[in-house]
């Protein structure tokens, strides 16, 4: 289970379209140095440092160190808690509500017979 | 050393030990890691292989690596038909680390095959396994997905 408060900063860390556009950088190509993610992004160093930061305090994105070289990793994982703590309580209320659809379904077949 | 391609990390409420143990006991994997159990001795140089827990339907093999329990765990992960061809073979390491009063468990994938099924596959696969991993041993469930045979790719 994803604690609170980590689910916290992951949301936080997603609600902000630089740090997405950071994030989409790094899955068309994993393992960045700082100066790679910030060519051609219209952000300052600063601020690319700053989103960055976020990014692993949420554990969204994972340093690597190679040398004296940071490279950074997107890390899927906190993503893929939250879909299965909401998609997996979706599907347990969708089976259910079958359920149910299927007793009173069934209920009344008997009644009919 | 070259650089990794996937790097996983999931922070788990538990012991390394724990963990060790649920990354090679059957009865703890098919729970979570879709079914499956991964069969080895564990020894140095030994094979092991990832398999369908009832059907025995192998899907990866590999060799090990290096074993340092409960903290280092690196294999060698390739599909059954590139067995002979250590070239398409990639490398799996598992790193479990004490991080305040969790644990990091940290999986590092590397030496794929650019474009390969292999890699479309385990860039899927690797987040469910883990969150899979991290629910079970914090609260002794499965997650419903994670206990499941998966029949097809996830779309």
């Known amino acids: 289970m994803i604690s609170p408060v980590d689910e916290e900063k992951v949301f936080k860390a997603l609600a902000d379209r630089s740090r997405r556009q950071l994030l989409d950088r790094l899955r068309a190509h994993n393992g960045q140095t700082l100066s790679e993610l910030c060519q051609g992004l219209d952000m300052t160093r600063q601020a690319v440092t700053k989103h960055l930061a976020l990014l692993e305090a949420a554990n969204l994105v994972v340093p690597v160190w190679r040398g004296r070289e940071k490279l950074h990793y997107l890390n899927p994982v906190p993503i893929q808690e939250i879909s299965e703590r909401w998609i997996g309580a979706f599907e347990k209320q969708r089976l259910r509500a079958l359920q149910d659809l299927k007793k009173a379904l069934e209920g009344e077949n008997d009644d009919q017979t | ?155």
């Open chain 2, 1 to 155: 050393m070259t650089k990794p391609e996937f790097v996983y990390v999931t922070y788990i409420s538990s012991t390394p030990e724990k963990i060790w143990n649920a990354l090679q006991d059957p009865e703890m994997t098919k729970q979570y890691w879709v079914q499956h159990r991964n069969a080895s001795d564990w020894q140095v140089g030994s094979p092991w292989r990832h398999e369908d827990y009832e059907s025995g339907k192998v899907d990866i093999v590999g060799k090990v690596v290096e074993s340092t329990p409960p903290r280092r765990l690196v294999l060698t992960w390739a599909s059954p038909a590139d067995a002979a061809d250590a070239a398409k073979h990639s490398r799996v390491t598992f790193e479990i680390e004490p991080y305040e009063d969790a644990v990091r468990l940290t999986v590092t994938h590397g030496e794929l095959e650019p474009d390969s099924p292999m890699l479309h596959g385990i860039t899927k696969g690797w987040p469910i396994v883990l969150s899979g991993l991290k629910t079970l041993l914090e609260t002794g469930k499965p997650m419903p997905m994670t206990a499941r045979r998966r029949t097809k790719p996830p779309q």
